[in-house]
T-cell receptor, first 108, second 115 residues
Framework: SQQGEEDPQALSIQEGENATMNCSYKTSINNLQWYRQNSGRGLVHLILIRSNEREKHSGRLRVTLDTSKKSSSLLITASRAADTASYFC????????FGTGTSLTVIP | GAVVSQHPSWVICKSGTSVKIECRSLDFQATTMFWYRQFPKQSLMLMATSNEGSKATYEQGVEKDKFLINHASLTLSTLTVTSAHPEDSSFYICSGPTSGAGEQFFGPGTRLTVL
């Protein structure tokens, strides 16, 4: 399976702090994407980073990609209570596989 | 981004019945769509790739006769859970890729509860 693995599995922080989540994957990819899922809801696409990119920003989100280590990180700066959700990385390769997810809780 | 809808959003059925879930791409045409299943507090697991005009490609361990997929048009893929059992209770999500960029956009999901 090309499934990614996120860590930590769960993260609890105070509002205003930064949250960092990591994702590792197994095989070569064309791109890696991060998604957010609120409890019991659908997925929201956050950001896509291509295999030839090393870093990408979108608002309070910063994503890095290290293809040599087959890993990516998602940084959410100045977290808000509304950021409480599960975050998944997904790699494409030939198919589209999700990691196990990081459950983020931001305490107001 | 592209919009994908699913219907129904929530369905409760009796054990042994079949349930059809529709996935529509509202503003793009998709020759390929994907079906995922998510159990509580777990990640999404790819079940199958739905191919317009041809047979779906199923992931290992997914019973093709139980999870029937039909992709009759470029904007509609359906997943039918046949003879549903309580262990089929799950959150089913479809997605469709956009061209070029490689992004996928997901439907809001369908929660299936089999009694």
């Amino acid at each position: 399976s090309q499934q990614g693995e996120e860590d930590p599995q769960a993260l609890s922080i105070q509002e205003g702090e930064n949250a960092t989540m990591n994702c590792s994957y197994k095989t070569s990819i064309n791109n890696l994407q991060w998604y957010r899922q609120n409890s019991g809801r659908g997925l929201v696409h956050l950001i896509l980073i291509r295999s030839n990119e090393r870093e990408k920003h979108s608002g309070r989100l910063r994503v890095t990609l290290d293809t040599s280590k087959k890993s990516s990180s998602l940084l959410i700066t100045a977290s808000r209570a509304a950021d409480t959700a599960s975050y998944f990385c997904a790699t494409d390769g030939n198919q589209f596989y999700f990691g196990t997810g990081t459950s983020l809780t931001v305490i107001p | 981004g592209a919009v994908v809808s699913q219907h129904p959003s929530w369905v409760i059925c009796k054990s042994g019945t079949s349930v059809k879930i529709e996935c529509r791409s509202l503003d793009f045409q998709a020759t390929t769509m994907f079906w995922y299943r998510q159990f509580p507090k777990q990640s999404l697991m790819l079940m199958a790739t739905s191919n317009e005009g041809s047979k779906a490609t199923y992931e290992q361990g997914v019973e093709k006769d139980k999870f029937l997929i039909n992709h009759a048009s470029l904007t509609l893929s359906t997943l039918t859970v046949t003879s549903a059992h309580p262990e089929d209770s799950s959150f089913y999500i479809c997605s469709g890729p956009t061209s070029g960029a490689g992004e996928q956009f997901f439907g809001p999901g369908t929660r299936l509860t089999v009694l």
